[in-house]
């Protein structure tokens, strides 16, 4: 097994603490690895539950090839599905296999950033894509190099929180006028330069927010999300979990409110007179409180440190057929 983790760039986060919101209550059950990425949350799982099932989805091709030579010592116990999350959930090819567990990790693998070759970091100098599925037509070079400057702002502000989104998005349609932004390393020194002097020296590198944004509104990160929920929630058997882990606050709020929505009495709609539901929360959360890494994770690992842990246990079951 060795050769299978030689080029293994992500480590997963919150390792324990999934283990323990997400121990198979039938060790002989399905866990769906929503996120799958290099593999690491399976290869876990799957060492620790010797009957365990784990099926994974991710949208990358590439990164799956990493998974699957990791993973291969496992034979069918593991399942491999190349899609985006949403489109899995949606049309279900498992038929009436149903799951016990359901993770999704949506932190971005330190795989994209370290050997994507597609410019998801601005601390190398690689052309402008941002692309995780290689068919989604729109590119970050299509973004950054022909949407209107409004647009573009809109983009840094809604999905980075930048706080300096105008003048950097005027910033880029000046220097576009002069020759078309080709690569990550000019659009980080274009950041750079459009942002006050304080913010270059700041905590987090001036164009993290910035490439954040573009990243999520290339791959419709935050609509994909808030697709796959109800999905998700609806193939889950009774008592089964799903745990998210979210590594900003846009996501976060999202699962945070979905979350919610299950474990309400009545979710009648307010317009009804009376509850037709028979007030029964769907869901129990677990989480009261995002759980979050030790500072021995952080330590070890920095891109934990934004990481959170919301975990759902399904009560009631809903439609599925």
């Known amino acids: 097994m060795r050769g299978a983790f030689m080029d293994i760039a992500h480590y997963p986060v919150l390792k324990e603490e999934v283990f323990s919101y997400l121990r198979p209550k039938d060790e002989s059950g399905l866990l769906i690895d929503a996120t799958l990425g290099e593999g690491g949350h399976a290869h876990m799982f799957l060492e620790r539950y010797p009957a365990l099932q784990v099926v994974g989805v991710d949208a990358d091709n590439r990164i799956m090839q990493v998974a699957r030579e990791r993973l291969a010592p496992y034979g069918n116990r593991m399942r491999f599905f190349h899609t985006w999350f949403n489109v ?4 279900y090819p498992l ?3 149903r799951p016990d567990l359901i993770l999704f990790d949506l932190g971005i693998s330190v795989f994209h950033y370290e050997k994507g070759e597609r410019g998801f970091s601005f601390r190398k100098d690689e052309n402008l894509d941002m692309r995780l599925g290689e068919e989604l037509e729109i590119t970050a070079f299509d973004m950054v190099n022909e949407y209107p400057e409004e ?12 706080g300096y989104s105008r003048r950097i998005a005027a910033a880029i349609v000046r220097a576009r006028e002069e020759a078309p932004i080709l690569t990550t390393g000019r659009l980080a020194e274009i950041i750079r330069g459009a942002v006050p002097m304080k913010y270059r020296t700041g905590r987090l590198h001036p164009a993290t927010r910035t490439f954040q944004a573009l990243r999520i ?10 697709g796959v929920l109800e999905h998700a929630f609806s193939v889950l058997k009774p008592g089964g979990r799903i745990g998210i882990i979210a590594f900003h606050s846009l996501e ?3 699962v945070k409110w979905f979350f919610r929505e299950k474990q309400k009495p009545c979710t009648c709609p307010p317009e009804w007179p009376i509850c037709k539901c028979g007030g029964i929360p769907k869901a129990d959360i677990l989480t009261k409180k995002p759980v979050r890494p030790g500072e021995e994770e952080v330590r070890l690992n920095p891109p934990s440190r934004s990481a959170r842990l919301r975990v759902l246990e399904k009560r009631e079951d809903e439609d599925f057929s």
């Open 151 to 162: 647009e573009l702002a809109d983009i840094f502000f809604r999905f980075g929180e930048e």
């Open 88 to 91: 899995f959930f949606r049309d």
């Open 217 to 226: 509104a290339v791959n419709g990160e935050l609509a994909r999300l808030e």
């Open 252 to 254: 976060d709020r999202i």
């Open 95 to 97: 038929g009436d296999e």
